[in-house]
């Protein structure tokens, strides 16, 4: 099964702080009792400076709320000075108590959070969590680093760094540790493959003296050691050269050592040429991320899933002094430079679509340009987007378009692909050209592309069916419209769909018919199922295919949907069909990002390619949810071709 990966939010994937965190869903919205919206930041303790500095992200992000909404937002610090689970329930009844409008919470235990936790949501305080979770607790979702990932990226620095081949050690805090045996896991899968041999995995259970002994026993056993993966930072708290074995290993003798966290301290080594790369978490964004979320939840309505990935900062020789100034003035909001910027300074990808006569990959290309524009200004490089295709959908001209991709020496790649065989071949002899290659809309599964960017077409099938029994109730008939029958892409938004209106025995599914992907049979097979079924409460169509006839080409659907009570919903957010929801005949769309397909791939492409971030299998683009409420911004979003800004709810407070 593909590793799965939400993408919250592009820029959260390349080390740059931003918000919100993701985009307002279709859920009810409430807003502060007064003109304040008072939230409890409360870390696991007080005496910690990875909490002092999401501390300052919390205030960072209330004051930015404060001065855009007009509405006073408050960020209270609140918590013990000690790290103990019974002070810390007091802490959040205190915020309880006090009214807060809502709780972040850095749990000191999962199952001693849960009652605390609860209470406060029973009170009608919404609560997240966040650096640690309470997994069986009602917080609304839980901000963190994927330990995994982590792991993984570690690999990627110290393969980077060392090469492909040699002799490493591990060192861990206390065994057993979820949180290290999985950043352990990760990296042992990033090392796989490669003649890279774990002599040894030491622990010193947390213990900075015992990290320093288990680490100099290590270097005296094993003193060939090519490299070191040092899980947590403990032995690095003893300063320089309370370790003189490692020191001179990697100061004289070309051994390599990458570490997790990015901690002032750590910085100061790989400043001296200690350490060679680091995996950081993201502390300020703790705080300035955990605000933003909180209160899209409650004055927004946005949802989130149950874990949302705070992602990680990756650090080497190029931009450590960056990191430490960003410490220095604890001011996180620039973006971070990057790990191993281009040598000559222009980092190019080729954005390569099915063809080029086709509005939505034209939208695509928009966003392709719109990223690289943005990101040659924040990183003071040349950031190009090269918008290469066929006219039309063709495997063999796109083969030779990926072809001259590689012989103009591109930095990285973004295909559709035409088939997902025939894409094989050329993804490849591009990787092995030294090009990271990566696959958005259309996929290519057994190419060795590192992800595919696309919508999750069950969940979206799932969002319809919501969006239709919104619409017309919990009792009807219902037909649906198809394309090709077979195809997976369609089948998964049937079954997406089937499945939630399941929910409601009231409703029928009384006819599926297809088109075979051609307008005019969509037309006629519509218009027959009208005439075959006149007492229809409802259409889902899995595609946007008779839409494109025009208003007026099916009358027997216009007129139950004008002058009757039957509501239709469709997949697709295209201006034609924007136009159909503003004349009353569609009344949701679920839309696939078309424009995020060429920002986010480029945003993606720069951070793998430059700070060796891993991504797994499949990436989710995520959706628009559609309705006559927004179907105004979408279509300026259109016009403009400008899908920067946050589409407004699909249903408003009340609705």
């Excluded at 680091?278 to 991320?289: A, N, P, S």
């Excluded at 200004?377 to 290469?388: A, D, F, K, Q, R």
């Excluded at 591009?430 to 969940?459: C, H, K, Q, R």
């Excluded at 394309?483 to 209106?501: C, H, K, M, Q």
Aim: with cysteine; glycine share 10%.
């Amino acid at each position: 099964m593909k590793k799965f990966f939400r993408l919250v939010s592009v820029l959260v994937l390349v080390a740059v702080v931003v918000s919100p965190l993701a985009a307002a869903s279709s859920g009810s919205k409430a807003q502060a009792q007064d003109d304040t919206f008072t939230i409890a930041w409360i870390p696991k303790s007080l005496n910690n400076p990875v909490f002092e500095l999401g501390r300052d992200g919390c205030m960072a992000a209330a004051a930015e709320l404060s001065a855009s909404t007009g509405q006073t937002v408050e960020c209270l610090y609140m918590g013990s000075v000690n790290s103990d689970m019974a002070e810390q329930a007091r802490v959040i009844e205190d915020a309880i108590s006090q009214g807060v409008d809502a709780i972040g919470v850095s749990c000191n235990d999962p199952d001693g959070c849960v009652d605390p936790i609860n209470a406060a949501v029973s009170a009608g305080i919404p609560v997240m969590t966040w650096d640690s979770d309470s997994p069986d607790s009602d917080a609304i979702t839980y901000l963190g680093v994927d330990n995994y990932t982590g792991g993984l990226a570690a690999a990627n620095l110290l393969i980077r760094e060392m090469g492909t081949s040699g002799k490493v050690a591990l060192l861990t805090g206390v065994p057993g540790a979820f949180n290290l045996e999985e950043r352990i896991r990760g990296f042992k899968d990033g090392i796989a493959g490669t003649d890279i041999e774990i002599v040894t995995t030491v622990a010193c259970n947390d213990d900075i003296n015992l990290g320093v002994q288990v680490v100099e026993e290590t270097m005296l056993a094993n003193p060939d050691l090519d490299g070191w993966f040092f899980v947590g930072l403990w032995p690095v708290f003893a300063g320089q050269g309370a370790m003189p074995l490692f020191e001179e290993a990697a100061l004289n003798n070309n051994m390599k050592a990458v570490a997790f966290d990015t901690l002032p301290v750590e910085l100061e080594w790989v400043q001296a040429g200690l350490l060679h790369g680091l995996v950081g978490q993201k502390y300020w964004g703790w705080g300035y991320d955990t605000v933003y979320m909180l209160y899209d939840h409650v004055v927004n309505g946005t949802t989130f899933p149950e874990w949302t990935d705070s992602g990680m900062d990756i650090v080497t020789i190029n931009n450590v002094d960056a990191m430490a100034a960003a410490w220095a003035n604890s001011d996180f909001t620039q973006p971070l430079s990057p790990a191993y910027p281009p040598e000559d300074g222009t980092f190019t990808i080729a954005w390569i679509p099915k063809s080029l006569n086709n509005p939505v990959f034209e939208l695509g290309r928009d966003g392709c340009m719109a990223a690289a524009a943005d990101m040659t200004e924040t990183y003071g490089m040349t950031v190009e987007c090269l918008y290469m295709g066929s006219v039309n959908s063709d495997m063999a001209e796109q083969a030779r378009v990926i072809e001259d991709a590689i012989s103009q020496g591109v930095d990285a790649i973004g295909v559709s692909c035409n088939d997902p065989d025939g894409c094989v071949d050329p993804i490849n002899a591009a990787v092995s050209a030294g090009i990271p290659v990566m696959t958005w809309d259309s996929d290519s599964p057994e190419s060795n592309a590192f992800t595919y960017l696309g919508v999750d077409n069950y969940t979206g099938g799932w969002a319809a069916g919501e969006l239709l029994v919104k619409a017309m109730g919990e009792e009807g008939k219902v037909a649906l419209l198809t394309g090709v029958p077979g195809a997976f892409n369609l089948e998964e938004r049937i079954r997406g769909f089937e499945d939630y209106v399941a929910q409601y025995p009231g409703i029928e599914i009384v006819a599926t018919v297809a088109c075979n992907d051609d307008i005019n049979l969509g037309v006629q097979v519509v218009e027959e199922t009208m005439l075959a079924n006149p007492d229809l409460d409802g259409w889902f169509f899995v595609g946007l295919w008779p839409v494109f006839a025009g208003q007026g080409a099916m009358p027997l659907f216009e007129e139950a949907v004008l002058n009757g009570d039957m509501k239709a919903v469709a997949f697709d957010t295209l201006p034609v069909e924007l136009e159909w929801v503003q004349a009353g005949l569609l009344h949701g769309l679920v839309g696939q990002k078309y424009w995020g397909w060429g920002y986010d791939t480029v945003h993606m492409l720069f951070s793998h390619a430059l700070n060796l971030y891993p991504y797994p299998d499949w990436t989710d683009s995520g959706m628009d949810i559609v309705t006559i409420n927004n179907v105004d911004a979408m279509a300026e979003a259109w016009a403009n071709s400008d899908f920067t800004q946050p589409l407004p709810p699909a249903f408003p407070e009340g609705e």
